[in-house]
């Protein structure tokens, strides 16, 4: 058979089979679909038509079984042995003796906490462990209000926000936050611990720029963490150190010639140490170097400045200059939840780009209308605010420097949860470890609780930070935890501050504790 015979046979069976195939029906469309994108995209065509004849040969394909496994078969008593020999890793960490046996002693509450606080035992004590600083959680005119709203929305909204678990009681909170801090908006989450650590992410990503402050809170820690961003630490509350490192991060960008984000995240009041941020500082490196500033108000907010708007009104600093203001609705408001304030734009986005908000539940409308009659409240009663900040002049007073030689208070004057911590000398001179100084601190809680003074500690630590956290650690210095109220009196807070100070004394003097021999106070 020559070239030509073989030709004519293949012409005849190609338009055998184009007749045969203009018989199927819809082959008419196919046709002038494959003409017209052949024309216009012939590079398509030849995609599509490689997929085809994947799909065919994907068809086609001889199945294969999943029974031939290449791995090691074990008898049963291999299993058996194998099986009595694993230990599953423990959920959590043992307790420590120390923490056994605070835990035998926690005090148990009964009725609500106020000043005056009932224990399970019986006992009556002076309740400086509580975060009640206005004791708003006594307030009649919030509590009618707190009772309306639960018998007319129930216990919960039972949905996220921008569902159906916004309420009008919700954008009321807002508004009224918005107003008393002089935001643009505001945007309020179901929880405080979860606000900044989703509003970070939010607006972080990977590639950005973060220098933030090595006292930073746990759950800033956690924002940082989540934003896989690039995270820059400078020394605590050091503004010389922090210029040096934004000018760094403005001098490497410029080099690589690639701009990102860049921001900045502090708190207020640290939780850590409890001193005060330099807000007009902060702002002025902002400015200089072109950064964005996260500022956590969780300590600061509804306690600093005249009114309680914050470290922004107690300092003087214009809230717009701070593109995202963050806080918390608990403690001194006696609600719940957390939010942020700030320009318009910013609160939107976090409406579809905050984990916390989007994926969870939203705040319970009696917490928002606490929160909302709380703010009321602190506006139309500024004398609560100097009430409390009184009490925490006379309790310093007491705990001052001259009257006792065994601890030091490092929280800021005007913040009402005192920190009081042991000297640096004491530390040394006794060769102190953390666990040595958790001891002898708790020993001087239970002493004040025996007295009638029922305080707290904060449990000293090495918060440790994920890798993508380098050069992040910060060691959680151990101390006494005092919150003051303006539900006492005045002779009430000298005379607790006087037991907390005896206390003190005793158990720092006490035989097996004084491993130096320094004299009473």
Not at 45 to 70: C, D, G, H, M, Q
Not at 261 to 280: A, S
Request: glycine fraction near 6%; charged fraction near 25%.
């Amino acid at each position: 058979m020559d070239l030509q015979d073989l030709q004519t046979r293949l012409n005849l069976f190609l338009d055998h089979a184009a007749t045969t195939f203009q018989k199927v029906p819809g082959s008419a469309v196919l046709i002038r679909y494959v003409r017209s994108s052949y024309q216009n995209d012939p590079v398509r065509s030849a995609i599509e038509l490689v997929l085809v004849i994947f799909f065919i040969r994907y068809l086609l394909s001889p199945s294969y079984s999943t029974s031939k496994v290449n791995y090691v078969k074990l008898t049963e008593d291999e299993i058996d042995e194998l099986v009595e020999e694993w230990t599953p890793e423990p959920l959590v960490a043992p307790l420590t003796p120390l923490e056994e046996t605070s835990l035998e002693k926690l005090p148990i509450l009964v009725g609500p906490s106020g000043p005056k606080s009932k224990l399970s035992t019986g006992k009556t004590v002076t309740n400086l462990a509580s975060y009640n600083f206005y004791n708003l959680n006594a307030n009649e005119q919030i509590k009618e209000k707190a009772i309306a709203t639960l018998r007319t929305y129930g216990v919960g909204p039972c949905g996220p926000p921008q569902f159906y678990g916004t309420q009008d009681v919700h954008m009321k909170a807002e508004a009224d936050i918005a107003s008393y801090l002089g935001t643009e908006k505001c945007i309020v989450y179901a929880q405080a611990f979860s606000a900044i650590s989703s509003v970070i992410p939010a607006f972080c990503k990977r590639g950005d720029v973060i220098v933030a402050d090595r006292a930073v809170n746990y759950s800033i820690r956690r924002g940082l963490e989540i934003s896989r961003s690039n995270i820059r630490w400078y020394n605590h509350n050091d503004f010389e150190d922090l210029e040096q490192v934004m000018r760094g991060v403005v001098a490497e960008q410029k080099k690589k010639g690639k701009l990102t984000r860049r921001f900045i995240v502090t708190e207020g009041l640290f939780e850590t140490c409890g001193d005060m941020n330099n807000l007009p500082k902060l702002v002025e490196l902002k400015e200089k170097y072109k950064f964005r500033i996260i500022l956590d108000e969780t300590w600061s907010f509804g306690v600093l400045g005249r009114t309680g708007r914050g470290l922004t009104e107690h300092q003087n600093v214009d809230p717009t200059q701070i593109d995202m203001i963050v806080g918390s609705l608990a403690g001194p408001l006696c609600a719940g939840g957390g939010f942020c304030a700030g320009d318009g734009d910013v609160v939107e986005h976090q409406r579809i780009a905050a984990a916390a908000y989007t994926f969870s539940a939203a705040l319970p409308a009696m917490l928002a209308m606490t929160a909302s009659e709380s703010l009321n409240v602190l506006q139309s009663n500024p004398e609560i605010l100097a009430g409390c900040r009184e009490n925490v002049r006379l309790l310093r007073g007491q705990l001052a420097e001259g009257r006792s030689e065994w601890v030091v208070c490092t929280s800021a004057a005007e913040n009402p949860v005192q920190l009081l911590v042991l000297r640096e000398e004491v530390v040394r001179a006794r060769r102190l470890e953390l666990e040595d100084q958790e001891r002898l601190l708790q020993e001087c809680v239970d002493e004040a609780l025996a007295n009638g003074v029922l305080i707290t500690r904060l449990k000293g630590m090495s918060i440790s930070t994920h890798n993508s956290l380098k050069d992040g650690s910060w060691i959680v210095q151990p101390a006494l935890k005092v919150c003051v109220t303006s539900g006492l009196s005045k002779k009430d807070i000298e005379k607790a501050g006087q037991t907390i100070r005896h206390a003190i004394t005793k158990v720092m003097t006490k035989k097996g504790n004084n491993k130096l021999n320094l004299p009473a106070a």
